[in-house]
């Protein structure tokens, strides 16, 4: 056979084989996509979840109380407070991703327990899960009660006690919900001061340190947070003990 019929003859095959591997080759790409967006969904959802857990009781009862007195004037207030919490969250998350550890394991290894206890002090309000993390016992609803006996008995004693005080006749519970979160306000500049210094350390974070840009930030972050802490201390407490009338 010549080499004119060879080619001509190769011809439609060589292009079934071209079209076929192009199918392969489009499938394989798709399935990397297909891949690529599960394990962003499976990094996305878990954190959805996780932030929307912050609109708790006490949460909502506040933004009820805040909306009903001041109505839409404080608006303005989320853009200041989400750039505050981006910042606090990306530094925490990436610690996480660093070190493998959470905040409390941090504090207790960067600072040792006497520091762990205040800080502790700080999240005794939070949750059973920080207060177990912190001194190193064994934590999650994923373990066995007997696994874990600390965090099951700190989690029922908190759950069982914000119930009775719920049942108390007479209890004035929005007004309560809205004290518990004022008081984690007051104590927050503490826990912002360890992950400011955490997260601009380089012993610990390496080339993933705070940077020349987001230091400052950071620290702007936690300077003004604990000013208005401590405004709210003197507009609420200071001013009235000594008869001091802001007007009405």
């Not at 939070?126 to 912190?134: D, L, R, T, V």
């Amino acid at each position: 056979m010549s080499a004119r019929r060879q080619v001509a003859a190769r011809g439609p095959r060589d292009a079934w084989t071209r079209l076929r591997q192009w199918g392969h080759d489009w499938r394989a790409r798709a399935a990397g996509r297909r891949r690529t967006w599960l394990l962003y969904v499976s990094v996305l959802v878990p954190g959805l979840v996780a932030a929307s857990a912050g609109n708790d009781a006490g949460g909502i009862a506040t933004y009820a109380s805040v909306g009903a007195r001041y109505g839409y004037d404080l608006i303005w207030v989320m853009v200041a407070t989400l750039f505050g919490m981006i910042i606090v969250q990306e530094q925490c998350a990436r610690m996480g991703a660093v070190t493998g550890k959470g905040l409390s394991d941090l504090i207790r290894e960067q600072y040792g327990p006497r520091w762990t206890v205040v800080a502790m002090l700080c999240l005794l309000v939070a949750n059973a899960g920080s207060i177990c993390e912190a001194f190193g016992w064994e934590r999650g609803v994923d373990l066995e009660p007997r696994q874990a006996p600390v965090f099951y008995g700190l989690l029922t004693f908190l759950i069982a006690a914000g119930a009775l005080v719920a049942l108390v006749p007479g209890v004035p519970v929005i007004r309560l919900l809205i004290a518990v979160q004022v008081v984690n306000a007051l104590l927050l500049p503490v826990l912002l001061v360890f992950i400011a210094r955490m997260a601009g350390d380089r012993g610990l974070m390496g080339a993933y340190a705070n940077g020349h840009t987001l230091r400052p930030i950071a620290w702007l972050v936690t300077t003004l947070v604990a000013s208005l802490a401590l405004l709210l201390v003197v507009t609420t407490i200071v001013l009235p003990l000594l008869g001091i009338s802001l007007g009405a």
